[in-house]
């Protein structure tokens, strides 16, 4: 079994983490734990505006203030009862990657696919960095036809038509 | 007492998409433990009566997955964009791999597209230097957009 530092809940997170990686690995973990929360202003506290964000599967890449603000705005208001659930963290001195479940139960519009109520659980991985006590990038990895599976949507050019 | 950086998790790693870039399953197998773990993430396959997921063993779900890739697509190869570590054996690389397709992949018929796709995986190196976990996360609607597939399932 791996010997990555698995997390079922992150209470004792800090306490956990070596001291040389604790910054962009608490902040990572917070960002999770925020996001978890639908707390969009705290989430926002921990991430430079120039950050460099890439949501690739949804093909959302730019700066936070321009583009990852919104999507992570938008994720909290489309799911109300979101859930990020970090299974694991390899880090280093400069950057954090988080393992991790994102659950929840569609509510609202989404990325342009209609609102049916369905429940999502993509698994996911993020790769943060951080410098000086900020979230300077986040780069995220999740297969988008998963996604696309759980809330209906039959094809890939036509988002928003869902069975 | 300062743990020892586990330098070759890493080379390890590193030995792995080398194999992988000149198709050498038999030589990515070796550097697996035999119990090793695979979960490719982005695979599932949902039937009537249940979902068939990329989750198994490196030498068994591992190997069919790889060998289909390279099947399907004969220049498939990968670059390696970034590396980081930990001392407890624990490696994170962003990849890009890419290939031509030239038989069905899947469900997806070959129209002779190119792909490229990110991925990222994360490996655990035990003590002998033997990879004892891979699990690997990408974007399979990117994937199937590329290759002229516009069908979820």
Known sequence: ??????????????????DEHQDVQAL???LCERLSARDFEGANALILAEAAVDFGPAGICGSFSEEGAKFFRDLIAA????RLTVHSVVADSETAVIEMTVKGTQGADFLGIHNQGKHIDVDQAWVVTASHGRITGIRAYWCQTQLYRRLGVKRLDQISITG | MTAM???????????????????????????????????????????KQRVIRGDGKANTVGKILWSGLIESFPDLTNR??????????????EVVISGT??????????????????????????DEDKIDSISSYSDNAS?????GCLDVD
């Open chain 1, 28 to 30: 990572a973990l917070e």
């Open chain 2, 5 to 47: 950086p586990r330098v070759n998790a890493a080379e390890v790693v590193n030995s792995f998409f080398d194999a992988y870039r000149t198709h050498d399953v038999e030589r990515m197998v070796d550097l697996c433990d035999e119990m090793a773990r695979f979960r490719s993430f982005p695979f599932e396959v949902w039937r």
């Open chain 2, 80 to 93: 390696v964009t970034k590396i980081i570590s930990d001392n407890d054996g624990n490696v994170a690389a």
């Open chain 2, 143 to 147: 994937v199937r957009a590329q290759l």
């Open chain 1, 1 to 18: 079994m791996s010997k990555r530092a698995q997390f079922a809940s992150l209470a004792h997170v800090t306490a956990a983490l070596p």
């Open chain 2, 101 to 126: 397709q030239a038989k069905p992949w899947s469900s997806v018929g070959s129209q002779g597209r190119s792909f490229q796709s990110p991925h990222l995986f994360v490996f655990h190196v035990n």
């Open chain 1, 79 to 82: 799911f109300p009862d979101l």
